[in-house]
DNA sequence: ACAGACAACTTGTACGTACAAGTAGTATAA
DNA sequence: TTATACTACTTGTACGTACAAGTTGTCTGT
């Protein structure tokens, strides 16, 4: 026999299977007894029990003491279990996160791929909850939006174990861990601050105040590229037009800012940069209230572009999210990164301003 | 060798997962080589080999050609995989649905539970799709929102299949097939399209209109608690002054109709039923730009107390939809019915109305 | 007609041998 | 110093034998 040849027990085995797979035998029905086999393919007994004990294994055979062997249900019959991605967002309800998974799933499920989601509400704890139970789970995948990204991230650990030992992709998306040089699908938050204070710079405001999220590393983000745009402007950041609010302040009151600190806020400013369209909203109803008008006392940016946006009668001005784009484009990533691709993403998506009516050119103010 | 003894190969196993349960040999290290446990038991290495034969394929040891035989992972310490339910919606971004999924997640997730996520676009062949996914996947119990509720359904076989076939417990929110006697939890769209009729007329309206949608069941019972609350007041319906959309035309454009129709309307009555918020945000934004004044001119009355029913300078008035604990009440049945503890559930949930400034006393209209 | 013994088959356990082939470290030669 | 060969160990394949034990049908004596 050449060196070239396979096992003879090997060879066994694949000619039994070949006979069921041609369906000469079928389930339940008796194979050979051992001693047939071994006379008719000239070998031992042996062996052949080597190859019909492989075959027991593999679920192809069963066999019964004193009666003999039998065809099992075909293996390879079985229904192969959907693949999975994991999706760890901050919120569920929260008014952009519904367009973003849509993103994924958009993408994800025309190719088979099952969505498992979890969200943290933004609390580690949680996420660490989240990501314990992730590890439970025999995941293909999984795209996370970072949890209080702007801040040190004490679960780290998990994110190794998920990533090094169990070797599952994992791409961020709304921002990174510093520590982690994992990919991320970012929208360029930078730019977007930027953005939005240079719109109400070119219309002729000087007094402009911004409200951020302190919690978040987009609200970092944002104030940097408002800075920015100060800066190149020559103007100098006033910390006391700055409102900075976390996600604590947030739950308790939507906004996360109390109508004092706005009002103190309108009296200083002729624009607001709002972290979102939400603040942006609630400013809104504490300014009708005041009977300041928008954008004619005050001109408002906001950012995200959601349903909010457009719901009030004034229409707002904000800095797009590409939302669901965002979410489609970590999906495909995530599915290059399980096929061994490209190994590691680094997407940062442009923004774009969209001019509605809660922005206008400055005017002194008369009435006051 | 008494013939009550175990097989020597049957006891050189179980001495070897001893061990290994003993944390005398852990996972990675090498074991003894056949031939020193062939010596050690005094049996022959032949015997040795089919007792770790089996081990191996009971996931205790792997073997290593040319170097020895290693611990691998206990088969008893593999992690059970977490269970899961799948959570099939119409849409994933649309206002509400956020929040019902909110609510079953507050549920299932601290009871370990994963949530699969699919969506039906409100459109039968990608609801045929979410199922045959769901059939290769291992569910514990699936919570369906009906796709097109108010139509036959062309996909009840698979929902059999899954139930009866897969024995897996399913409930519907929402609304239910008829032809299917599963369990359900929804909201009493009669009894809420009753309350926002009932509440015009006790203002004084007698030219009610309404907008509702055709395709899903909710849109027919809340016009049949709309038509009983007319005709309790001794009011026909006149059928001009109802409008019907679909899914397809909610899709073309927001709110689903277009302003010609909604012009008719603001000239035949003095106010209106929307089917929803989306679709009074529609008719809202098309009165101011007739200048037509909410509510002086046109009260409205919508469903479903959304984000966008605040979000406005006209508050809604709306019949409050139970959303996230729609979606509680949802999970907490299928686990029930997970547990064997209750087989059917059907809960209706009691809709609220919420008075906000969209609606006020009939006038007679002066300036026109 | 029926119970029980028996034969002939099956798979299960257990012993033996031999050599192939992969691995790792050591001794040897260039 | 480095490449090669060798050795000693490991598991893998393959042959042989023997008997135990379960299943089935047959033969036999009552």
Redesign the interface.
């Given at each position: 026999m050449s060196k070239l040849s396979k096992p003879k027990y090997q060879q066994l085995k694949e000619h039994i299977i070949a006979t069921i797979k041609e369906e000469q035998l079928k389930p339940g029905e008796k194979i050979w007894s051992e001693n047939e086999l071994a006379n008719k393919f000239q070998m031992s007994r042996h062996t052949v029990r080597q190859a019909i004990?492989e075959l027991v294994?593999e679920g192809w055979l069963y066999r019964i003491h004193g009666k003999g062997t039998f065809v099992d249900r075909r293996p390879d019959r079985e229904?192969?279990?959907?693949r999975?991605i994991g999706?760890m967002t901050t919120?569920?309800?929260?008014?952009i996160?519904?367009?973003i998974?849509?993103g994924i799933?958009s993408v994800l499920?025309p190719k088979?791929y099952?969505?498992?989601?979890?969200?943290t509400y933004n609390k580690h704890e949680k996420e660490r909850?989240?990501l314990e139970?992730f590890?439970?789970?025999?995941l293909d995948g999984l795209i996370v939006e970072t949890t209080k990204s702007a801040l040190p991230n004490p679960n780290l650990d998990l994110y190794r174990q998920l990533s090094h030992s169990r070797k599952i992709p994992i791409i961020f998306i709304h921002g990174f861990y510093k520590d982690l040089d994992y990919s991320y699908v970012v929208e360029d938050d930078v730019e977007a601050g930027y953005l939005a204070t240079n719109h109400l710079l070119d219309l002729g405001h000087t007094r402009i105040g911004g409200i951020f999220k302190s919690d978040d590393i987009q609200g970092h983000y944002r104030f940097e590229g408002f800075s920015k745009a100060c800066s190149l402007k020559g103007l100098e950041v006033c910390s006391s037009r700055i409102l900075w609010f976390d996600t604590e302040q947030a739950e308790e009151k939507l906004g996360g800012c109390d109508n004092e600190q706005l009002d103190r806020l309108f009296e200083e400013c002729s624009a607001l940069v709002c972290y979102n369209d939400q603040v942006a909203?609630k400013v809104l109803d504490r300014a009708?209230s005041k009977g300041i008008n928008i954008p004619e006392d005050l001109s408002l940016v906001s950012f995200d572009d959601s349903?909010?946006a457009v719901?009030?009668?004034?229409k707002l001005t904000t800095v797009a999210h590409p939302q669901e784009k965002l979410g489609e484009e970590a999906a495909r990533a995530i599915l290059q990164m399980i096929a061994g691709k490209k190994k590691y993403h680094a997407i940062k998506m442009k923004p774009q301003l969209i001019v509605r009516g809660s922005s206008c050119e400055y005017k002194e103010r008369t009435g006051e």
């Open positions: 004990g294994n229904v192969r279990q959907a999975t999706v919120y569920l309800n929260d008014y996160f519904p367009s998974i849509r799933d499920s088979g099952n969505i498992i989601l979890a969200s909850l989240c139970k590890l439970n789970t025999e909203m009708r349903q909010l719901a009030s009668e004034v």
